[in-house]
């Protein structure tokens, strides 16, 4: 099993960078490609951005040029680092791991929020 804690969310205005971090703890040695999920009131969880244990990574549309993401492995630690925030960019974000041995098999956090607004 694995356990993932999200931290570094909060309330940031139009046009600021906020980070945050998730820590995996557990079995993490079966932890391959990980991600950063979001779902705004109403809406339905949507990728954000997953890299994989090699350092490739994949963004939404919507993120590109803004967000980046990046893991430290000795540390089983995923990052999001977010800029140019938007009111639109407001959601509980969510870290999900993927495991490397059975692909079916993925872990999730409980989410952080983050607001942007002025």
């Known amino acids: 099993q694995v356990q993932l804690a999200e931290s570094g969310g909060g309330l940031m205005e139009p046009g600021g960078s906020l980070r945050v971090s998730c820590a995996a703890s557990g079995s993490i040695f079966t932890i391959g490609t990980m991600g950063w999920y979001r779902q705004a009131p109403g809406k339905q969880r949507e990728l954000v951005a997953t890299i994989t244990r090699g350092g490739s990574t994949n963004y939404a549309d919507s993120v590109k040029g803004r967000f980046t993401i990046s893991r430290d492995n000795v540390k089983s630690t995923v990052y999001l680092q977010m800029n140019s925030l938007k009111p639109e960019d407001t959601a509980v974000y969510y870290c999900?791991?993927?495991?490397?041995?059975?692909?079916?098999?993925?872990?999730w956090g409980q989410g952080t929020q983050v607001t942007v607004s002025s």
């Open positions: 999900n791991a993927v495991n490397r041995f059975d692909l079916r098999t993925s872990y």
